[in-house]
């Protein structure tokens, strides 16, 4: 089944009031492609700024408490996104769980919660270099999404962002082969956990996606679009990722 394309844009701890300004440019590379759903996710503090700059894009959050309120300082619920402005969240993602050594159970928590509160959740999986290389890549990410995998999940809903954890930022891809390969077993086992749902969940390569590679890496079954780091940042270089969609 084709599924409509996502690229979401990650801007992690980066940007400013002033960065604002790319999302102008953004928004003509996603007019210019309406049949790609095109989101940014900026800094907490830039949410509401960027949705008041360009009503028409979506604007998400890169992370959110499980818990609606409560005694969590420096947390962010689900309700304040909302509030914000946002329209979907990421969650899971590597760097969350290497250095908030978040687990699959805590990162589910969190699926859910985006979910009942309205929020998209975009569910981050995948491996390190060291359990690919011991021949683990797979079995470690479905491993992860059986564990992070909110199973009230459908394909409005919820999204899979596979995030090869070696690739990310350092300019390494695997091979369209090895992304090939891992997002069959993702989406079987999406389907296994969610039935025919999990058809319909849409999965997202993530790995330093730029746009000399994004047009092989978006033609692989399977490949329901793109989570972009760094190149999500300018709308010179986020443009043709979409353009590639």
Not at 91 to 96: A, I, K, L, P, Q
Not at 157 to 167: K, N, R
Not at 176 to 194: C, Q, S, T, Y
Not at 212 to 217: I, K
Request: charged share 20%; aromatic share 2%.
């Amino acid at each position: 089944m084709a599924l409509r394309k996502l690229v979401a844009g990650n801007w992690k701890m980066n940007g400013s009031l002033a960065a604002l300004s790319e999302l102008a440019g953004i928004v003509e590379a996603a007019q210019a492609r309406p049949d790609v759903d095109v989101a940014i996710c900026p800094p907490a503090t830039l949410i509401a700024p960027a949705v008041a700059a360009q009503p028409g894009l979506a604007i998400g959050g890169q992370d959110c408490h499980a818990n609606a309120s409560g005694a969590h300082t420096g947390c962010v619920s689900v309700t304040l996104l909302k509030e914000a402005g946002a329209s979907c969240v990421i969650v899971g993602h590597s760097e969350r769980r290497a250095d908030q050594h978040e687990t699959d159970a805590e990162v589910q928590a969190k699926a859910q919660a985006a979910i009942a509160g309205g929020l998209k959740a975009i569910v981050c999986v995948g491996e390190t270099e060291a359990q690919r290389d011991a021949g683990q890549a797979v079995a470690i990410v479905e491993g992860q999404l059986d564990g992070s995998a909110p199973r009230e999940g459908t394909g409005e809903t919820l999204v899979v962002a596979y995030e090869p954890v070696w690739a990310i930022g350092t300019g390494r891809t695997p091979t369209v082969g090895d992304v090939a390969e891992m997002h069959a077993a993702i989406r079987a086992k999406l389907v296994a956990l969610l039935g025919a749902e999990g058809a319909k969940v849409r999965i997202l390569y993530g790995g330093s996606v730029k746009a000399s590679n994004a047009a092989e890496l978006l033609s692989v079954p399977d490949v329901d679009g793109a989570l972009v780091g760094g190149a999500s940042l300018k709308a010179v270089d986020f443009g043709p990722i979409i353009a590639a969609a």
